[in-house]
């Protein structure tokens, strides 16, 4: 399968992990600015961007911060885009735009109407699980995730593998894809293979 849409490494936490996705040819690199096992300090994402090419794209995933404190940590740490991954609501979604992005739970169907509410012409879809904003390693329902790609450019993220992800995406038809848990030796620490064998399934 060709590589006609954006792969998107999320989680990471040091260079040699971020360097290695980018040669491999992720458009962007994920960094968790909330807690999760994955969450990176301010200073280390700085220190990571810094050293990056400039056109990759640099996310923040935040869950419900204040959007002062968003666009400050946005601007100290280099950030291109943020991924609003908590209750944001459309109002800060809209303040923080051309510069973010919102991500949604796919719990049920009842998800598809939330998305047309916030008008969002890029979203993503992420899986649902009680207690946790992300980082589950489980699929979305790929029927809810059929529907919502039509409804703007979607990224679809959860539970996605090197087994699975060529599978899935010729199903759903996203705009693009976000992996983190399923490339990964441990959380927050890239396996090379898996990352490797990742990318090869979308070979030019």
Do not use: W
């Not at 999760?36 to 911060?65: H, Y």
């Not at 959007?67 to 809209?94: F, W």
């Not at 990224?155 to 399923?182: F, Q, W």
């Amino acid at each position: 399968m060709s590589k006609l849409f954006k792969i998107k490494i999320c989680g990471i936490t040091n260079y040699a992990d971020a360097a290695y996705a980018v040669d491999c040819g992720a458009d962007a690199l994920g960094f968790v600015m909330a807690p999760s096992p994955r969450q990176v300090s301010f200073e280390t994402a700085r220190k990571i961007i810094m050293r990056l090419p400039l056109f990759i794209v640099k996310a923040g995933v935040f869950v419900d911060m204040p959007i002062d404190n968003m666009k400050e940590i946005m601007e100290y740490c280099g950030l291109t885009v943020a991924q609003l991954h908590g209750r944001e609501s459309r109002k800060c979604l809209n303040c923080m735009r051309p510069f973010a992005y919102k991500a949604f739970r796919a719990k049920n169907a009842a998800v598809l109407k939330e998305i047309k509410e916030y008008g969002c012409g890029s979203f993503l879809l992420d899986s649902y699980s009680a207690g946790k904003q992300g980082g589950t390693g489980i699929l979305p329902d790929l029927r809810i995730a059929q529907k919502a790609s039509l409804l703007g450019k979607m990224i679809l993220a959860g539970g996605l593998t090197p087994e699975n992800v060529s599978r899935i995406v010729a199903a759903v038809k996203p705009y693009g894809v976000d992996v983190s848990s399923g490339v990964e030796s441990s959380p927050g620490k890239k396996d090379k293979a898996k990352l490797k064998a990742f990318f090869n399934e979308f070979k030019m």
